[in-house]
Every structure is written in C-alpha cells, then in structure tokens.
C-alpha cells in the first residue's frame, strides 16, 4: 500500500514539477530575446513602467511593515 | 420605379450587414456587460446613494474610454491572432510576460472571489445558502464551457448580458424625474459640496471598475478564439461601441435606481441596497438582487476564460472553448481550478473576504498600467500590426486616455492601501 501510495502520489507530484520546469525553460528560451523594435519612446515607457512598479512594492512593502507593527 | 429599387437594396444591404453582425456580435458586449460585475454594481450603487444623479455624466464619459481601450484589443488579436498574454511574451520577452501572467493570474483569481461573494450575497437575499449558489454556479459555469463550441458559450453569455438589463424596468417603478436625469447625464457638474475626498474615492472607483485588466486580456483572447479576421475588425469595433453603450445604460439606471430611492443613505454593498430597496418595493430590491447575481455570473465566467486562455497561450497547451476535455486537459484543468478554489474561500467561516475585496484593487494596480502600455506599444508597431496600426489620432486619443486611467486607478489603489492619504481637506 505504502509503495503503491509512493508510485502513484510523491512520483506523479515529482513528475508535475519536472514537466512544468521543463516547459518554463521552454518558454524561457523561446521567448528570451523580445521582438518588438523599440524606439526612445518604446524605452522611455518601459523604463517609467519598471519605476512605477518598483515604488509600487516599496508602498506595498512599506505597508506591509507597518500592519505587522 | 427607381426610388423603390434603390430602398430595397439598401434594405437588403442593411439586413445583411446585420445577420453579419449578429453571427459576429459577442466578445464586446459579453466584456463591457461584464465589466459591471458585483464589484461594479456595489460602486454605482455607493455613487448613486451619495451623491443622487450628481455623477452620471461622468458616466457618459467613461464610456467612449472604455470603447478606446477595448477597441484596440480587437484590432490586436484580429490581426496578430495572439491573445495579449501571448503578445507581450512575444513582444517583450520573458521578464514582462511573467510579470503580467502571474499578476493576471493573482487578479483575476483574486476579484472571482469577489464575484462568488456578490453573488452568493445576492442569492442570501433570496434565503438560498451560500454553498447552493457557489455549488449551482460551478455546474452551471463547468456546462456552459463543456458543450464544445466557442459559439455556443458566447450565445448563452449573452442570454446573461440580457438578464443584466433588469435595471431598467426596475429604474421605471421609482419613477426618476426624466429631465433632472437628463440634465445630470449631459452637464458635467460638481455634485452640491464640491470637490471632496469621498467624490475623489468615488470617482476614482468608477473608472477602476470601468478599465481592469482582465478586460484587455479576455477579449483579445475572445478575438482569437472566435477566429476573427481583419476584415471583421469593423464588425469587431461596432461590438464594442453597442457593449459600451449597454455598460454605461446598466451603470446610469443603477445610479437612477439608488438616487432615486436610496439617496443619502450609507451604501457599503449592492447586496446592501437590494435589501434597503426590498423594504420600499419588493419587486425593486428583487430586480436588484438578481441583477447583482447576474452581474457577479458575467464577471465569473469572463475572467475565469481569460485566465485559462492566457495560461494555454503561454504555455502552448490547446487553449479553446472549441476543443473537448480530452482535447485540451489543462485548459480545462485550470479553468475548474480557479471556479472551485475561488468558490471555496467564500465558503470557508471567516475568510478575509474585506480584506480580498481591497486587495483585488492594489493588485490590479500593479497589472493595469503595464496591460495598457502594452497594448499601446504593440498597437504601433507595424510590423506586425501594418495597416491596422494605430493612427496619430488615435495614439493622442488613447496615451491621454490611458494616462489617465492609470493615474486614477494608481490613486485608487493607494488609498486604499493608506485610507487617510487622501482625508483632510
């Protein structure tokens, strides 16, 4: 019972997460280079975008804190 | 002779354009009517029991804004063929396409819990108990998807979107004075006490119920799903324009309905309101009610779509409402997954089902500012977009739009993560 609750439970578990990280590798190299051509204002964007959401989880962050305070 | 000849073939000209839109007519009108979800019903019914008719211009307003948004979700997927989830992986790599899949995925499962919440509180009204409705509302939802045609599901989508319209025969039995409606939709005012910290939230509110995020993903993916060419994009736009027509219809007859009857009271829920207008008319807190379960329905079985699609987009698995169980396992595995887990936790004694509810609106902070550059950036880009691309007009029409709606919503979020930010005047 023990070994067929091991073959069926921890390696079908063991497999989901072997194929899922397979297939994020996947997705990672497939995707790895955008393709989109950017111009300044493309840039400009993405990095206001990257500035947004950074103080964004910083007043997360922040709030976070100040609950377990 | 000629005269006649000619009317009759404009009016053939005309019934074919419409037995065209209506093969067409569907992703649209199922997002814009869906848009109003229970979140949005329990806004419009705070606006309209603060401040009375005062704000339905505003209304008038954020409609074109959601068909501007909404439009280009149309152009990108009938053109590209991706859905927006898959479009960003494309266009911007890997980094941005996790950030946006993993926060779609955590908003969207997020605000289904708000869904099961207003619909199992408008069902309460009813005396039918919470695990009946999540329990009905799973089966019914696992049927709509399980027949195996993306056209079937969208039919019976809009058989809800209709139920939605409830509002209006309810806004007739308070009898609104029409030329004191009229003049609130068409002259943009500032309701008597000026511009106050509770209008500001208020405001803010409706347009974050307007534009969220799951909007631009589900119908994009819907586009794709659909098969929709370019040369549907026209018949696409109009979807769009009549479903943002409906939205802000549903939104103003809310306001009509808790202004009229409603009006200085302290609404905090929809499900609130339908019980107060029970005790005026039965038949109105009725209308209410089920108007507020649909509302919850439409919003579930959109975002539930748009997170699935999004997923199976990604990760290549077969992603569509025309394929069987056997067919696409995960699709479906995932879609069960988040109706289920989602219906769950409003079950569970004691879930932190205030704390969801504000929560959903911060996340989506997080999501809908990089969901609409996107679309912008992507929109503009000719070389997959070509003659579809965005034109000046409309790149000065939707950057204002957007930024807008993006320091809004910013705004919202942060009060409601810091509630006294905004207090003091």
């Not at chain 2, 000209?13 to 992703?27: E, S």
């Amino acid at each position: 019972m023990g070994s067929f609750l091991y073959e069926v439970f921890v390696k079908g578990i063991k497999k989901f997460f072997t194929d899922t990280f397979t297939q994020i590798r996947e997705i990672n190299e497939k995707y790895a280079v955008p393709q989109i051509k950017t111009n300044a204002w493309t840039n400009f964007a993405l990095i206001m975008l990257r500035a947004y959401l950074v103080v964004l989880i910083l007043l997360l962050v922040y709030k976070f804190i100040t609950l377990l305070k | 002779m000629n005269f006649w000849a000619n009317l009759f073939y404009k009016y053939r000209r005309g019934w074919k354009a419409f037995k065209m839109y209506l093969i067409l007519a569907g992703p649209g009108i199922i997002v814009m009517i869906a848009d109003n979800d229970a979140g949005g019903i329990t806004t419009y019914a705070a606006t309209g029991s603060k401040y009375g008719y005062h704000l339905l211009w505003f209304l008038v307003i954020l409609g074109p804004i959601a068909y501007f948004v909404q439009e280009m979700t149309v152009r990108l997927g009938a053109v590209t063929k991706r859905g927006h989830a898959e479009a960003i992986f494309f266009a911007f790599g890997s980094f941005w396409g996790w950030f946006s899949l993993l926060d779609l995925i955590l908003t969207d499962w997020l605000t289904l819990v708000t869904e099961f919440i207003g619909m199992t509180a408008a069902m309460s009204i009813f005396h039918i108990p919470p695990w009946v409705t999540v329990t009905v509302v799973s089966i019914v939802m696992g049927l709509m998807v399980l027949q195996g045609r993306y056209w079937t599901w969208e039919k019976i989508a809009m058989l809800f979107c209709l139920v939605n319209l409830v509002y209006i025969p309810a806004a007739f039995l308070v009898h609104p004075s029409v030329p004191d409606v009229l003049k609130n939709c068409f002259i943009p005012h500032l309701p008597p006490g000026g511009f106050t910290n509770d209008l500001f939230f208020l405001l803010m509110a409706n347009v974050g119920t307007t534009i969220a995020p799951w909007m631009v993903f589900f119908q994009q993916s819907a586009v794709v799903d659909k098969g929709m060419q370019e040369k549907d994009i026209g018949m696409g736009k109009l979807d769009t324009a009549i479903g943002s027509l409906f939205t802000i219809l549903i939104a103003a007859f809310v306001i009509i309905v808790t202004g009229t009857v409603l009006r200085g009271m302290n609404i905090e829920s929809a499900a609130q309101a339908a019980i107060e207008l029970m005790k005026t008319n039965k038949y109105l807190g009725t209308f209410l009610a089920i108007g507020l379960f649909d509302a919850g329905f439409l919003g579930a079985i959109c975002i539930s779509l748009a997170s699935s699609w999004a997923f199976g987009e990604v990760f290549g698995w077969a992603h569509s409402l025309n394929k069987n169980v056997k067919e696409a396992p995960w699709f479906f595995a995932f879609y069960f997954f988040a109706i289920l887990t989602a219906g769950i936790v409003v079950l569970i004694p004691g879930a932190p089902l205030v704390l969801i509810t504000l929560f959903v609106q911060v996340i989506a902070v997080t999501l809908l500012p990089a969901a609409l550059i996107f679309l912008i950036i992507l929109l503009n880009n000719e070389e997959s977009m070509g003659k579809y691309k965005n034109t000046l007009l409309q790149n000065i029409v939707n950057i204002t739009i957007v930024t807008g709606i993006i320091a809004l919503s910013t705004a919202y979020g942060v009060s409601t993560l810091f509630p006294n930010l905004f207090k003091g005047s």
